[in-house]
């Protein structure tokens, strides 16, 4: 097995690194430019490890890198093996994983199997004629007997999702645009192909993966019309139209997923494997597999989804804890590339109180580049639009550009991200909001995004100790983390009003979001400023 293992200290118990670990999940293109040509590069990555080794972070995602059209920026794939010459070289990589292991930090990358490029020279091949050996690498259906689509299946990205293939007569399956062809995970050949692709990324010594859209692989054999959705109204995005019962979440998907999950197992037992799946509770767990042999983390996006209210996210919380198979561990989500950052959510204030739940709750936090600093989404001029679906569906609110804008790293020119003209606008608060301002504000984001992360790291009760909800009223939601051991609690006041919380007994204030005095002990009220968090240590 080639490749170099994290230099991480070892823990005494026998946990998987990634239950105690926090991810930072990178958006390459807007990350660290080192060339000057205004977009985030694997050498820019590799520049900025000392801040993320600084920050506290124990994996990094990076989304796709892939030799890439970038027709959806990555996510249409046409050679799984290559590095993509706007991000760097295969050996750029090999000395990111060289650099970022000698500092104890694992690096995940984004595997994308659900779809290729249509420029992949597997779909070139497919599409050359009906009976090429790989056609059947992808979805083709004859047209519906009026000639239109085979059936009433939507792109993400909106409109059908089958596109005509003239030259052979036969439609093909695009789940996002019709650059990025699905392929046709039923087919033996494929799986075997793509397991490969995982092969050729662990050897060269990377720790797992996040599976793009997991819960799309496989789609229904008999290709039924979808439902309509009777919910669906006109600011949902266009695909909502139809409930995807039949195009998602198929029963053989599970299968899938344990395969990759044995590759993965190949290599010992610490590489971890991620899904990105939006669903409801009760289906989303089932993605941790049969006896656990499915993903480790199935992504949890409640906190992305949910109505910012203190009863409504307890409720999230503990139908989620009860939802989860046994030994099933799990993991909490702000903010991500495709929706708005949690910032611009909840606003700036609140956001600080995110971060505490964030990294109080039980499970793997993964958090988002640019949320320690309290970025905002930007504004995007007309002019300056790159994402498609935007393009596609415009003025809507849709659009995945202003949570993709360049990293706020200092004063100087386009923020210290780039030396060229950046491929996205930087936000217009880069000034005040920047890692070189916020470091050394002790009451900035960033500062108490790093004290949150070195706490957890420093406490069982945090990372690996028990959940318990704690009555509270209206806007607070409270919490404790417990072991054997120690007890904390965690009170959030998710309104902008001062609130009042019962402890369930006495305790000590440890870090709190609006600056409460260090130490301080509270008997048994414990009042709370508008939008402030507080943890703090029981006593007794
Ligand atoms: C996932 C990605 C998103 C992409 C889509 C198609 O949802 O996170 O950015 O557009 O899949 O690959």
């Given at each position: 097995m080639k490749g170099t293992s994290p230099d991480v200290e070892?823990?005494?118990?026998?946990?998987?690194?990634?239950?105690?670990?926090?991810?930072?999940?990178?958006?390459?293109?807007?990350?660290?430019?080192?060339?000057?040509d205004g977009i985030g590069d694997i050498r820019g990555i590799i520049d900025r490890l000392d801040y993320l080794v600084w920050l506290g972070i124990d994996a990094v995602w990076i989304s796709p890198i892939f030799f890439s059209p970038m027709a959806d920026f990555g996510y249409d794939i046409a050679d799984y093996r290559k590095i993509d010459p706007l991000f760097g070289t295969l050996t750029d990589f090999d000395q990111l994983i060289e650099a970022a292991h000698r500092r104890g930090i694992r690096i995940l990358l984004d595997y994308v199997p659900n779809h290729s490029s249509d420029r992949h020279q597997w779909f070139l091949e497919a599409r050359s004629s009906r009976d090429n050996p790989r056609r059947d690498?992808?979805?083709?259906?004859?047209?519906?007997?009026?000639?239109?689509?085979?059936?009433?299946w939507q792109s993400e990205f909106g409109g059908s999702a089958w596109e005509l293939d003239a030259a052979t007569g036969q439609y093909y399956y695009h789940a996002f645009l019709k650059e990025q062809p699905d392929l046709n995970w039923r087919n033996p050949e494929v799986r075997r192909e793509m397991y490969d692709v995982l092969r050729f990324w662990l050897d060269r010594g990377v720790d797992g993966f996040r599976v793009d859209v997991m819960w799309h692989l496989i789609k229904d054999a008999e290709f039924r019309d979808n439902p309509q959705n009777p919910d669906w109204t006109e600011d949902m995005p266009p695909h909502k139209s139809v409930l995807s019962i039949y195009s998602c979440d198929q029963e053989e998907v599970h299968d899938v997923v344990s395969e990759m999950r044995?590759?993965?197992?190949?290599?010992?037992?610490?590489?971890?494997?991620?899904?990105?799946?939006?669903?409801?509770?009760?289906?989303?767990?089932?993605?941790?597999?049969?006896?656990?042999?499915?993903?480790h983390l199935p992504f949890n996006f409640r906190l992305i989804e949910a109505q910012w209210d203190a009863r409504h996210i307890e409720r999230q919380i503990?139908?989620?804890?009860?939802?989860?198979?046994?030994?099933?561990?799990p993991n909490w989500v702000l903010s991500n590339h495709d929706k708005p950052r949690i910032a611009s959510r909840v606003g700036r204030d609140q956001a600080r109180v995110a971060a505490m739940m964030l990294l109080t709750l039980r499970g793997t936090p993964t958090i988002y580049y640019g949320d320690e600093i309290g970025m905002n989404d930007a504004p995007i001029p007309p002019e300056r639009v790159q994402d498609p679906f935007e393009l596609r569906v415009p003025g809507r609110g849709f659009g995945r550009d202003p949570q993709r804008t360049p990293m706020q790293w200092d004063n100087t020119v386009n923020a210290g991200f780039s030396t060229g003209s950046p491929w996205l606008p930087l936000a217009p608060d880069k000034?005040?909001?920047?890692?070189?301002?916020?470091?050394?504000?002790p009451h900035s984001m960033l500062s108490l995004y790093r004290r949150l992360i070195a706490f957890r790291r420093e406490n069982d009760a945090l990372n690996l100790g028990r959940y318990a909800s704690v009555e509270a009223d209206s806007c607070v939601l409270a919490y404790l983390r417990e072991t054997e051991n120690d007890r904390y609690l965690i009170a959030l006041n998710l309104g902008p009003e001062p609130a009042v919380l019962e402890t369930p007994g006495q305790c000590r204030i440890v870090i709190s979001t609006e600056g409460k005095a260090e130490g301080e002990i509270v008997e048994e009220k414990l009042h709370l400023q508008g939008n402030e968090g507080v943890l703090a240590e029981m006593m007794s």
């Open positions: 070892v823990h005494s118990s026998q946990e998987p690194w990634w239950r105690r670990g926090v991810i930072y999940q990178i958006y390459p293109r807007s990350f660290q430019d080192s060339n000057g690498f992808y979805i083709w259906r004859d047209a519906a007997p009026d000639g239109g689509p085979p059936n009433n044995a590759v993965l197992d190949e290599y010992g037992g610490d590489r971890l494997l991620i899904g990105e799946i939006y669903l409801p509770i009760a289906r989303l767990v089932a993605y941790y597999g049969r006896d656990l042999r499915g993903a503990v139908e989620y804890e009860a939802a989860l198979p046994e030994g099933g561990w000034d005040s909001f920047n890692v070189e301002a916020e470091r050394s504000d």
